[in-house]
């Protein structure tokens, strides 16, 4: 999978909190955006990719597991796991573990780009599934549960506005007439397309400016 990032910055809804949650060094840190304390929420050297819920009550991370592989239709990948722990640094947790299945929909490694739900109840993510293309996936956080949502390269939830709760998912497709593209478009949270966004994010910000998000 491309685009692994080794410090990841999402800075949740202003109107609800002032912070935001970063990845140093292997570590999830919060850092008041109003020049106060940054806290270290946790200590395993091994974290990646973190993001902040929308009531900034809640922080979902990637976690590596250099000892565990699975196997994947890009061969060998690492397995990877979803944690979660509260803004004051309590409750830290797994909640998904990568695993093999048959179907490349159904794999689950190489976790990326964890986002919330506007309710704070999902968590997307991508995961590695063909060899053009990654999966999108969400965590249900009450159950425990994940479901295969639609196929993606990238992955942004839309917030607010008459989209909220959607996806803006990056997806490589290919013409009738042969030859292929990559385009974002907007997915309804079942995976249902709703129609393109554009080619890049320039088209998403003037999506944004239309339909808010």
């Known amino acids: 999978m ?5 410090t990841c910055v999402l800075v949740a809804s202003a109107a609800v909190h002032a912070a935001s949650v970063s990845v140093v060094g292997g570590n999830v840190l919060l850092r008041q955006d109003d020049g106060g304390e940054t806290k270290r929420l946790t200590s395993s ?12 009550k809640t ?8 000892a565990t592989s699975v196997e994947t239709a890009l061969g060998d990948e690492e397995a990877r796991e979803i944690w979660t722990v509260a803004a ?10 990568g695993r093999a299945r048959a179907k490349p929909e159904a794999t689950l490694a ?7 739900s506007p309710d ?21 956080l009450r159950t425990g549960a994940v479901r295969f949502v639609c196929a993606g390269n990238s992955l942004e939830v839309i917030q607010h506005g008459r989209y909220a709760g959607h996806l803006v998912v990056g997806q490589h497709r290919y013409f009738l007439a042969g030859g292929s593209y990559d385009w974002l478009w907007l997915v309804a949270p079942d995976g249902r397309a ?20």
């Open 2 to 6: 491309k685009g692994l990032l080794v």
């Open 45 to 56: 050297g091994l974290d990646l990719e973190a993001s902040l819920s929308p009531d900034g």
């Open 59 to 66: 922080v979902a991370f990637v976690r590596h597991t250099p």
């Open 88 to 97: 004051d640094g309590t409750g830290a947790g797994r909640r998904l573990r």
């Open 110 to 116: 190489a976790f990326e780009q964890p986002r919330f």
């Open 120 to 140: 704070g109840q999902l968590v997307y993510f991508l995961s590695s599934a063909w060899v053009t293309s990654a999966a999108v996936h969400a965590l249900d």
């Open 194 to 213: 709703v129609g393109p966004v554009g080619e890049d994010d320039e088209a998403v910000a003037g999506f944004r400016r239309l339909y808010g998000g």
